[in-house]
Structure formats: C-alpha cells, structure tokens
T-cell receptor, first 110, second 114 residues
C-alpha cells in the first residue's frame, strides 16, 4: 500500500493552472520527486526538490514543500493538452527505495 | 543524456515459454532496477543491482530471474509465468553508491501472459 497520499483525479481547463497535492510520511527523505506517466509510456522525471528547500521553479513547474506538514505540491502553469497524464509523487525512505503515491490522473479539457 | 532503453516494447508469451527482457543505459550509472506496474497503479520494486551485484530482491517469485552482465545491461529472465504476471515492466537506473539518488526510467515492456 502507499503511505504517500495523493488525490486520484484532477480536471483542469486548458490554459489554467493545475495544482497536484501530495502528503508524504518520511521526514528523513532527502529528495522528493514528481514523475509524469503518459498512457503506454514509462515514468518521466519531471522535477525534484531537496528537503532543505521550500520552493523550486523550473519553467512552467513550481514545487512547494512544507516540511512541517509533510506536504508537497506541484503547480503547472498554463496547462496544455500534453500535460494530460498520471503524476506520481515519491519520497525516498532509504537507499535505492522510492515510495510512490497512488498517482493523480490529470485531464486537460478544452 | 538520461536515456534508459528497453526491449522488446511488447511481449506476448504462454505460460510454458521462456523469454527475456532487456534494459540498457549509457549514463555510467552503477545501480539498476526492475519494477512491475499494473494498470492505474504505481510501480512496485522487484530487484536492485548495485555495482553489478544483486542488492535487493523484494521477495519476487523465482519464475523471475534477474541478471546484470555488466554495468550497462540488465536482463530479466522469465519462465513459467502466470496470467497475473501480465503488466508493464519498467527498468530504471541511478548513479548508485548509496544516499539520495535520482532514478531514471525506461519506456517499459508491456508483457501479456496467456
């Protein structure tokens, strides 16, 4: 089962911002990750944030980290149809281990 | 270059067949991984190789047999599989050496067991 929690679905209008939320469990996780999976494809590393950071911005992506609440979010600005996918957040509970959330399916509507 | 390649892309096999999945990376990574992913679920770790030695086996049935011939290649040998083994099999690699380590995934092999 997943100790990392994510909402399962998000529907957003094209051009709007998307915000995907995640609650993780392991306060010792050094990195926290966001992966994107399009239908029939593998996992694409979108971005990650080091645990001593509060925010990281990379083009249309903004990651916010609230360590006190163990809350991670991914904001996608100007959401496009190509952003339709499943988004997984993941924490790192130990060497070589990734603990994934259940994944949030993002649907972009015209 | 952060590319991990996997072959074949699709594989259909019977329960008595023997087949192999292949994974390759040329990023100089020393850790390689096999994951199994069922539809609409997150990936589940199966095996980890570190410096060409098996480091983690997540209690995977013996009908799955991993092999790491060298630091760039990872195989998964399949024998006497069951229909419930049908899934997307993902390979990943990372720098290795312990500590925080970002994993890069391949496109996967879609396996169907009849």
């Amino acid at each position: 089962g997943e100790d990392v929690e994510q909402s399962l679905f998000l529907s957003v209008r094209e051009g709007d911002s998307s915000v995907i939320n995640c609650t993780y469990t392991d306060s010792s996780s050094t990195y926290l990750y966001w992966y994107k999976q399009e239908p029939g494809a593998g996992l694409q590393l979108l971005t990650y944030i080091f645990s001593n950071m509060d925010m990281k911005q990379d083009q249309r992506l903004t990651v916010l980290l609230n360590k006190k609440d163990k809350h991670l979010s991914l904001r996608i600005a100007d959401t496009q149809t190509g952003d339709s996918a499943i988004y997984f957040c993941a924490e790192t509970p130990g060497d070589y281990k990734l603990s994934f959330g259940a994944g949030t399916t993002v649907t972009v509507r015209a | 270059d952060t590319e991990v390649t996997q072959t074949p892309k699709h594989l259909v096999m019977g329960m008595t067949n023997k087949k192999s999945l292949k994974c390759e990376q040329h990023m100089g990574h020393r850790a390689m991984y096999w994951y199994k992913q069922k539809a609409k679920k997150p990936p589940e770790l199966m095996f980890v190789y570190s410096y060409e030695k098996l480091s983690i086996n997540e209690s995977v049935p013996s009908r799955f047999s991993p092999e790491c011939p060298n630091s760039s290649l990872l195989n998964l040998h399949l024998h006497a599989l069951q229909p419930e083994d049908s899934a997307l099999y993902l390979c990943a690699s990372s720098r290795g050496g312990g500590g925080p380590d970002t994993q890069y995934f391949g496109p996967g092999t879609r396996l169907t067991v009849l």
